[in-house]
T-cell receptor, first 118, second 115 residues
Framework: DTEVTQTPKHLVMGMTNKKSLKCEQHMGHRAMYWYKQKAKKPPELMFVYSYEKLSINESVPSRFSPECPNSSLLNLHLHALQPEDSALYLC?????????????????FGPGTRLTVL | AQTVTQSQPEMSVQEAETVTLSCTYDTSENNYYLFWYKQPPSRQMILVIRQEAYKQQNATENRFSVNFQKAAKSFSLKISDSQLGDTAMYFCAFSTPYNFNKFYFGSGTKLNVKP
């Protein structure tokens, strides 16, 4: 099973709202990723969690706040977003972020959350 | 710095024919991985094929195969017997084991399979 789930599928929010995106995997993967993707563009990395610790933050504005409560769950908390933040938000996971084991580098993606900020 | 280049923004192919998508990359690393992902209009990124840089043999997965030229830093994807369901954006990606498997993506190639 290589399934990553994301909820909700669609989200519409105003600039003053607070909302959260959720990502879940039960593959025992120890790295989880958040990406932002605009139409017809490749995904842009936002955050990487390795063994539940924030390991990479690609200079993302503070209105995006990630959280990794446990090894299976990843949240992205949204607050005071701008219309230009409207995009597809993808979550991914990989088995071993340490690089010690071959074949554990592949990222498996969820179906994404389509976010619209009004 | 790692960079990945896909020089074909859009391509078309007739159903049942063969098409090749190009990808080049630049890195000073010796140990790395290369991937092709497919993103259909349904939007989920799906792994098509993976290649380890230390392996000289080209990876194959059913109708999908790669031509990996390490010296030339080239990693093209060949799709044989194209099917309508192959219509999608295709992204080439690169990662190393030293930075949490961080992906570097190419800009993508939109493939249209015509009946």
């Amino acid at each position: 099973d290589t399934e990553v789930t994301q909820t909700p599928k669609h989200l519409v929010m105003g600039m003053t709202n607070k909302k959260s995106l959720k990502c879940e995997q039960h593959m025992g993967h120890r790295a989880m990723y958040w990406y932002k993707q605009k139409a017809k563009k490749p995904p842009e990395l936002m955050f990487v969690y390795s063994y539940e610790k924030l390991s990479i933050n690609e200079s993302v504005p503070s209105r995006f706040s990630p959280e990794c409560p446990n090894s299976s769950l990843l949240n992205l908390h949204l607050h005071a977003l701008q219309p230009e933040d409207s995009a597809l938000y993808l979550c991914a996971s990989s088995q071993d972020p340490s690089g010690r084991s071959r074949g554990t580098d592949t990222q498996y993606f969820g179906p994404g959350t389509r976010l619209t900020v009004l | 710095a790692q960079t990945v280049t896909q020089s074909q923004p859009e391509m078309s192919v007739q159903e049942a024919e063969t098409v090749t998508l190009s990808c080049t990359y630049d890195t000073s690393e010796n140990n790395y991985y290369l991937f092709w992902y497919k993103q259909p209009p349904s939007r989920q990124m799906i792994l098509v094929i993976r290649q380890e840089a230390y392996k000289q043999q080209n990876a194959t997965e059913n109708r999908f195969s790669v031509n990996f030229q390490k010296a030339a830093k080239s990693f093209s994807l060949k799709i044989s017997d194209s099917q309508l369901g192959d219509t999608a954006m295709y992204f080439c990606a690169f990662s190393t084991p030293y930075n949490f498997n961080k992906f570097y993506f190419g800009s993508g190639t939109k493939l249209n399979v015509k009946p």
